[in-house]
């Protein structure tokens, strides 16, 4: 069945990812860069990009090997080309440029949130448009109507910082180390939330948007009053956080029209506790509810190649041309109105 090859570069993570129409996962690799970041406790835009540029040939070759194929048998490469760490998006870029001429292959360029987006296809095949999709990671927080492979209408969005960028930055100030999502999970799990009073900011408002920069801050403001325990702070946040984000979609599901199931895709999906929250969610309004498997949530070349099958698979699909360009910023959905309060984020 037709092959494609997918490439991931936009943050901190180094993939490849070949993927058949059958929806098998052939064979993929991915170079995590915590290491290289930890000691500045977030990604260095700089380092990333360099890493990738060392990392991704002999990645890409690592992957075609552990399939026991060449580049001749791919029938198409697929590259994120936004939005993410603009060094990164372009060495991840040329690099698929760079094999689609040498090989005569068609380039397919990915918006690395459509990856997100169709990742749940990847691994459930019963799964059709529209969907109602919670897009949760380090860089965005939006609800999105998926109603077809390029059809995105986006319903809410966050006015500050994304999810998972909320989770970063508690394990920060908690001192739990990077990255920090993974780490305010595992010890939010032994933690008390009654313990400390968060605030839920925009809970109950008729919007469905999202906020949590306020939320952060009061972490900050519980950590300084030097009296909790770290363990308790998170898991008071985790709970505020999730509250929230069950409030917010709540109110989004009110909105939708008829979607088949209840969808959440992003680094953040890989978190139980909000995986559960969503599920009871989606039982509310009798909705099947559907997750990507955990290592399928977090950036990964699989849905990058999924995406590029999806693309393929359009009728009339063009191949893009060799002068494509790396975004740094790509909305899934270009005519949604901007939202008071909020910055550039896409
Ligand atoms: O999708 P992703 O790998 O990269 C982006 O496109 O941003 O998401 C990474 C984000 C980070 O903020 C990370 O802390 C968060 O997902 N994350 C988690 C968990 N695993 C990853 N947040 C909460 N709980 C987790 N288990
Ligand atoms: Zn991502």
């Not at 080309?81 to 870029?93: E, K, R, S």
């Not at 088949?260 to 969503?278: F, Q, S």
């Not at 290592?295 to 693309?311: F, H, K, S, V």
Request: aromatic share 4%; charged share 20%.
């Amino acid at each position: 069945m037709g092959l494609v090859l997918g490439i991931e570069s936009s943050c901190d993570e180094t993939a490849a990812a070949l993927v058949d129409s059958d929806r098998r996962i052939v064979a993929q690799r991915i170079a995590s860069q915590d290491e290289a970041h930890r000691p500045y406790g977030g990604v260095v835009p700089e380092i990333a990009a360099r890493a990738h540029s060392q990392r991704l040939a002999p990645l890409i070759a690592a992957t075609l090997a552990d399939a026991g194929l060449t580049l001749a048998d791919v029938d198409a490469v697929a590259a994120t080309a936004g939005p993410g760490l603009i060094g990164g998006v372009m060495v991840g870029l040329v690099t698929a440029k760079a094999l689609a001429m040498a090989a005569d292959k068609p380039l397919i360029a990915i918006n690395h949130l459509e990856g997100h987006a169709l990742s749940p296809r990847l691994a459930d095949e019963s799964l059709g448009f529209p969907y109602l999709l919670l897009l949760v990671s380090g860089g965005h927080c939006q609800v999105l109507m998926v109603e077809g492979v390029g059809a995105y209408r986006r319903l809410a969005t966050t006015i500050d910082d994304a999810l998972g960028e909320a989770f970063d930055k508690t394990a920060k100030i908690l001192g739990l180390g990077f990255p920090g999502g993974p780490a305010v999970e595992r010890i939010a799990a032994t933690g008390d939330p009654r313990k400390v009073a968060l605030p839920r900011p925009l809970f109950g408002s008729v919007e469905p948007h999202f906020s949590f920069a306020g939320l952060k801050s009061a972490v900050l403001r519980a950590r300084d009053a030097g009296s909790h325990e770290p363990a308790d702070i998170a898991a008071a946040f985790q709970q505020a956080a999730i509250d929230c984000v069950i409030d917010r979609t709540r109110r989004a599901l009110g909105r939708a029209e008829k979607p088949t199931a209840l969808v959440v895709a992003g680094g953040v999906a890989a978190n139980k506790a909000v995986r559960g929250a969503l599920e009871a969610l989606a039982g509310e309004f009798g909705l099947p509810f559907v997750a990507p498997p955990l290592p399928l949530c977090t950036d990964n070349a699989a849905m990058i190649a999924w995406a590029g099958q999806e693309r393929l698979a359009m009728p009339g699909f063009t191949p893009a041309p060799l002068d494509v360009a790396a975004r740094p910023r790509w909305p899934l959905d270009p005519d949604a109105a901007p939202v008071r309060g909020a910055g550039v984020k896409a």
